[in-house]
């Protein structure tokens, strides 16, 4: 069974301030996938990125940023000089090998204050 | 934008109503999907089709009936529903490397 654990329900950060959200992940597939995604007030969920279980090197983007440590099951993403645009709620989810089955986790709220 | 579209964005329907909600994707992809997504909960994966084939169906009560008539259309069909029934229902279409991309969702209520 696979599973996806975002501990932060909610996280509150002031403008221009760096945040970090954690996700830890379960899974028996050797091969998987874990993506986040940002669901803003608008409802649609946006995909932001997509790691595969043989590529631990992190990625930048922007102000975004991803850490993935098998060792620890984890995927965590972090947002560099916050803006209060990036106020959404975030998705961390895993899919298995061919299995196109994506298991979410229960999101993480994030309010960026100006 | 996502390419994937979803109608009606709002509904408010009773319990012995049949309503049905529509998605179309314009990014060829080949498999679509229905999630629900419940307040405090998280979301719950519903159905998949797979170049018009179920190829999922997570346990999801009869009263809800999907509708795939080919790639590109994605339908859910209600009728009948409960109060808890009320949810925001995602629809999403999947690339080949994975990648779910997911319309803005329909808004259910169910008086």
């Known amino acids: 069974a696979q599973k996806v654990t975002q501990a932060q329900t909610e996280i509150s950060v002031v403008e221009k301030e760096d945040v970090t959200l954690d996700c830890v992940y379960e899974t028996r597939d050797t091969t998987y996938y874990l993506f986040w995604y940002k669901q803003p007030p608008s409802g649609e969920l946006v995909f932001l990125i997509r790691r595969n279980s043989f590529d631990e090197q992190n990625e930048i983007s922007g102000r975004y940023s991803w850490n993935f440590q098998k060792s620890t099951s984890s995927f965590n993403f972090t947002i560099t000089a916050s803006q209060v645009v990036d106020s959404a709620v975030y998705f961390c989810a895993l899919s298995g090998g061919s299995n196109y089955k994506l298991t979410f986790g229960k999101g993480t709220l994030l309010t960026v204050n100006p | 934008e996502t390419g994937v579209t979803q109608t009606p964005r709002h509904l408010v329907m009773g319990m012995t109503n049949k309503k049905s909600l529509k998605c179309e994707q314009h990014?060829?992809?080949?498999?679509m999907y229905w999630y629900k997504q419940s307040a405090k909960k998280p979301l719950e994966l519903m159905f998949v089709y797979n170049f018009k084939e179920q190829t999922e169906n997570n346990s999801v009560p009869s009263r809800f009936s999907p509708e795939c008539p080919n790639s590109s259309h994605l339908f859910l069909h209600l009728h009948t529903l409960q109060p808890e029934d009320s949810a925001l229902y995602l629809c999403?279409?999947?690339?080949?490397?994975?990648?779910?991309?997911f319309g803005e969702g329909s808004r259910l209520t169910v008086l």
């Open positions: 999403a279409s999947r690339q080949n490397t994975g990648e779910l991309f």
């Open positions: 990014l060829g992809h080949n498999a």
